[in-house]
């Protein structure tokens, strides 16, 4: 007798067609190695479909009927999660938090599981179609299926939806679109098959096609992926929730000048979008602009206005996502202050108690006497550009370490001299807590920033240990200071964004080692940018060079010798404050 041959069950070609196209979109996207805490929630969306789609493959396999109700069971955790997913990558990609709903999807999806594999309450037994088995729901499948699996993609929809039509940029309009149109499609078919495709006793009248519906909306994420990267639509939230409290006008940009974000004040200052095809170009909007690398606030005239107009620039780098950086450009419209310079300096002979007062008190926060120790000794100079100036140097002596805080207020005059007095004092009460130079820079922005709005502050903080003869220091948008040693000079690099300019600080803590007879000078920008009658800058390159040839000098000559440089460049005259303060290790 011939033996009896089972017909091919051609329906398997979807379950087996999924998971292919499944796998090979996760391969993709770890071959490219992106990087990304929404690819990772995404990848894990689409792995636990391709153990759906094995687990439909058992199910239409035609295995023995006794094994099916157990299979159903135990399978169940491949296909209850695949809704809180999907619903935790929209979280992520929209960079939101929910206090309420996702806990409670999540304790619906753990609960169903084990109602599911415990008890026959949601799945009681299993059901042959032509093209295999198919699970018979129990009395509670239909409100925790529901509720477990159908609504966190359907919530996940709706917010999507909601961002679609209030966001503003056009690339994340077009990604919010893929993931629209794939969950759309996915949640119709998947409706379809699953109610509306049964006959009168409630049996399937053609094959249900959830699983291969829900790889239609992995697909379209997919394209998503490939096709922008990505691009993380909480950027423009961020970016709004970050500069929201600051009056300046913030422009961002990404890479190559490409236009990212604008706030009001921006645009207002700038009469109009301050991007045109797409990009932004300072030397577009500002007069005889430049690069320059040293984040240093500069003043600069509007192109195009029929009035006059002054605004001054700060430009930063800043990370915009984890692969992305970008530049950030500070304006502060100081029109009013140009305008009214001649008055200020008319108002300055009439108040000369009054900058009397202010320059005894700031030469009461100026630390003029040092400790001398066998170990090490400290030189300063500080003049500044009149009576009082902006510029502020403090050493604080601890038993184990000598602390130093060499800092630059924006701007002159007596409110400078003001915001000096008050990070005095906040350098007196965080040196005390004996924090990391990083930590330190810190708390004084915490502690300053609710109360001076219209200053901000580049600075350097330096712990030295005369024991190890180390230095830890942190940058705040501060030039680096210089190590002498042996007849040369080395500048200790360093980056840090400038305190009490944006409410989120990227400082980092760095050390060096000294030794015996190195010299480390802290400066400030006014030795080198001070100008001539032409108004020519000196210059920093120019300023390292000189100083190099200077290397060999005791330190009180050196010091000396670099004021009487910044005068004769400025033929007696200088622009911004002179201070300098070296530390010279050993006697």
């Known amino acids: 007798m011939p033996r009896s041959v089972r017909p091919m069950n051609y329906y398997l070609f979807l379950p087996i067609s999924a998971l292919i196209i499944n796998t090979l979109l996760i391969s993709y996207v770890f071959a490219r190695r992106f990087r990304s805490a929404v690819i990772r929630d995404f990848l894990r969306f689409v792995l636990f479909l391709n153990l759906w789609q094995v687990s439909y493959i058992l199910y239409w396999s035609m295995l023995p009927p006794e094994w099916m109700t157990p299979i159903f069971k135990l399978s169940c955790f491949t296909w209850i999660p695949v809704g809180l997913l999907f619903l935790e990558t929209v979280y992520r990609f929209l960079n939101i938090r929910s206090t309420i709903l996702l806990p409670f999807f999540r304790f619906s999806v753990v609960l169903t599981i084990f109602l599911t594999a415990s008890t026959d309450w ?256 400290i030189h300063s100079f500080f003049q500044p550009i009149d009576k009082v100036g902006g510029d502020m140097l403090r050493v604080i002596e601890h038993p184990e370490r000598v602390d130093i805080l060499f800092a630059d207020v924006s701007g002159h005059g007596i409110a400078s001299a003001m915001v000096g007095g008050m990070l005095s004092i906040a350098f007196q009460i965080v040196s005390d807590k004996k924090l990391s130079p990083k930590e330190s820079l810190s708390e004084i922005h915490e502690m300053l920033s609710k109360v001076v709005l219209h200053h901000h502050i580049s600075a350097v903080y330096a712990s030295f240990y005369p024991k190890e003869n180390r230095v830890r220091f942190s940058y705040a948008g501060h030039h680096p200071m210089l190590v002498f040693r042996e007849g040369k000079i080395y500048p200790l690099e360093g980056e840090g964004r400038i305190l009490l300019a944006v409410k989120e600080l990227h400082l980092n803590d760095y050390h060096f080692d000294l030794q015996t007879s190195d010299r480390l000078l802290f400066y400030s920008d006014g030795l080198y940018e001070v100008k001539n009658d032409l108004g020519e800058i000196f210059g920093y390159e120019e300023f390292l060079d000189w100083i190099q040839g200077m290397a060999d000098r005791d330190t009180r000559s050196l010091l000396e010798a670099a004021h009487r440089k910044a005068l004769e460049f400025g033929n007696g005259k200088h622009n911004d404050d002179l201070a300098m303060l070296a530390l010279e290790i050993g006697s």
Not at 257 to 275: K, M, R, T, V
């Open 122 to 377: 949601i799945i009681k037994g299993s059901i042959l179609y032509d093209w295999g088995y198919e699970l018979e729901p129990g009395i509670l499948f239909v409100p925790f299926s529901t509720v477990a699996v159908s609504g966190p993609a359907i919530w996940g929809l709706y917010l999507l939806l909601k961002e679609r039509f209030k966001t503003k940029q056009k690339k994340i309009r077009q990604q919010l679109n893929f993931w629209i149109w794939g969950t759309t499609i996915a949640l119709g078919i998947s409706a379809y098959t699953e109610l509306f495709n049964l006959d009168e006793q409630g049996r399937f009248l053609f094959v249900p096609l959830s699983p291969a519906a829900i790889s239609i909306q992995a697909f379209f994420i997919f394209v998503a992926i490939t096709r922008y990267g990505f691009l993380n639509i909480s950027l423009e939230r961020i970016a709004v929730e970050l500069f929201r409290d600051i009056h300046d006008g913030i422009v961002l940009t990404k890479e190559n000048h490409e236009f990212f974000f604008a706030n009001q004040a921006a645009i207002a200052i700038l009469d109009g979008s301050p991007s045109r095809e797409g990009l932004f170009k300072p030397e577009w909007h500002f007069a005889n602009y430049r690069e320059e690398q040293d984040h240093i606030p500069r003043d600069y005239q509007l192109i195009g206005n029929s009035v006059l107009q002054f605004i001054e620039l700060t430009v930063s780098e800043i990370r915009i996502t984890e692969n992305e950086s970008g530049t950030l450009y500070l304006l502060r419209d100081i029109t009013e202050k140009k305008a009214a310079q001649e008055k200020i300096h008319q108002l300055y002979s009439q108040i000369v108690n009054d900058l009397e007062i202010a320059r005894v008190t700031q030469a009461s926060i100026i630390t003029q006497k040092f400790p001398d120790k066998g170990s090490y000794r």
